[in-house]
T-cell receptor
Framework: DTGVSQDPRHKITKRGQNVTFRCDPI?????LYWYRQTLGQGPEFLTY????????KSRLLSDRFSAERPKGSFSTLEIQRTEQGDSAMYLC?????????????FGPGTRLLVL | KNEVEQSPQNLTAQEGEFITINCSYS?????LHWLQQHPGGGIVSLFM???GKKKHGRLIATINIQEKHSSLHITASHPRDSAVYICAVRVLYGGSQGNLIFGKGTKLSVKP
């Protein structure tokens, strides 16, 4: 068990470009979460999956953002037509959900800078 | 007003001092988490509480559900404790079990 991994760790892009991030959760974990964290703030929930089903999306997730978890394992988060305001750390977490007292395991994050 | 408030925002301590970080929340919760975030972004879960008190090594976390307040204590602080400590709550509303709401974090710096 190697923990939650995210790729890439850093991404610099120009405004208007599309970017895609990948998250590989801990194997056997049925839940996968995406969060966004800006400088000096705590993480903010974006969306989560239970297996391959996307169960909840935050209002923060505009129509330029899309996330998938096609086989219930890894997940991708795509941002289309990036804006400077999208610059942030994108965090992924996974858990084996069996009730409200789950523990989420976080990946190292992908730091995005939009120029 | 944020649903999860932490204090202080920044804390500088001398090695060996006893440290307290506070978290207040305004919503009904099913659980409260204390997380540690090191420079570079990695987040580690320290505690999950729904009542009472938990202890792990030099770390102690308490929660008072009636007062909607939790504290994280560090005894005999050490420079390696320097990190951002984040309080997060799992909200009770409707049938949603999805997301955590996070505080802004408390940046702790322990000087040798």
């Amino acid at each position: 068990d190697t923990g939650v991994s995210q790729d890439p760790r850093h991404k610099i892009t120009k405004r208007g470009q599309n970017v895609t991030f990948r998250c590989d959760p801990i194997s056997e974990h049925n839940r996968l979460y995406w969060y966004r964290q800006t400088l000096g703030q705590g993480p903010e929930f974006l969306t989560y999956f239970q297996n391959e089903a996307q169960l909840e999306k935050s209002r923060l997730l505009s129509d330029r953002f899309s996330a998938e978890r096609p086989k219930g394992s890894f997940s991708t988060l795509e941002i289309q037509r990036t804006e400077q305001g999208d610059s942030a750390m994108y965090l992924c977490a996974s858990s084996f959900y069996s009730g409200p007292q789950e523990t989420q395991y976080f990946g190292p994050g992908t730091r995005l800078l939009v120029l | 007003k944020n649903e999860v408030e932490q204090s202080p925002q920044n804390l500088t301590a001398q090695e060996g001092e006893f440290i307290t970080i506070n978290c207040s929340y305004s919503v009904g919760i099913s659980a409260l988490h204390w997380l540690q975030q090191h420079p570079g972004g990695g987040i580690v879960s320290l505690f999950m509480l729904s009542s009472g008190k938990k202890k792990h090594g030099r770390l102690i976390a308490t929660i008072n559900i009636q007062e909607k307040h939790s504290s994280l204590h560090i005894t005999a602080s050490h420079p390696r404790d320097s990190a951002v400590y984040i309080c997060a709550v799992r909200v009770l509303y409707g049938g949603s079990q999805g997301n955590l709401i996070f505080g802004k974090g408390t940046k702790l710096s322990v000087k040798p």
